[in-house]
């Protein structure tokens, strides 16, 4: 009943049949459950891949609450992250002054999600990071997960009154 052929061109799990990424959704939630005791409250998906069933099986699986770069708008208790500013100007690539050129036409939105990959980094991209970091700080940014943004958008957590602006690591 797995319909991922996987003699095929990989196209992501998350770009398959509704059946397929229900099944693939719950599973995922009941091993990390299971072994470590936490609920899986966002999707990222490999490749940023969806569609429209995406949604469709999200909805079935109401504690995921969040999904990063989805498809269509946040809507009542389910908040859907938009692409505007990449913390990685390529994947695995971190530039302070690529980023902030970036930032200065997007520093205006209501929140900004810093996605990354870490392992690719060298040392100097961990000090641009760091740079990075200190430049929202001072720019006033909350850094908050997506499942605590969701939470503050939805009204089920107060937003930090000192800052009113937040940025969600995933």
């Not at 061109?9 to 059946?19: I, L, P, W």
């Not at 999707?43 to 995921?64: H, Q, S, Y």
């Not at 970036?102 to 209501?110: G, V």
């Not at 961990?126 to 006033?140: A, H, S, T």
């Amino acid at each position: 009943d797995d319909d991922c052929d996987r003699t095929a061109k990989f196209h992501g799990e998350f770009a398959t049949s509704f059946a397929h990424q229900l099944k693939h959704l719950k599973m995922s939630q009941e091993v990390f459950r299971k072994y470590t005791g936490l609920t899986m409250r966002t999707l990222g998906t490999a490749g940023n891949a969806g569609n429209d069933d995406t949604r469709k099986a999200l909805a079935e699986v109401p504690e995921i609450k969040t999904w990063l770069f989805g498809k269509g708008k946040s809507e009542g208790d389910f908040t859907v992250f938009g692409r505007w500013l990449n913390l990685e100007h390529a994947v695995g690539k971190v530039e302070y002054n690529t980023f902030v050129r970036n930032y200065a036409k997007h520093r205006q939105k209501e929140y900004i999600v810093l996605q990354g990959h870490a392992a690719m980094w060298s040392d100097a991209m961990f000090e641009d990071v760091k740079r990075i970091v200190e430049l929202l700080e001072n720019e006033g940014w909350t850094f908050v997960t997506p499942y605590e943004y969701h939470q503050i958008r939805t009204g089920k957590l107060k937003p930090p009154a000192q800052r009113p602006r937040s940025a969600a690591a995933g």
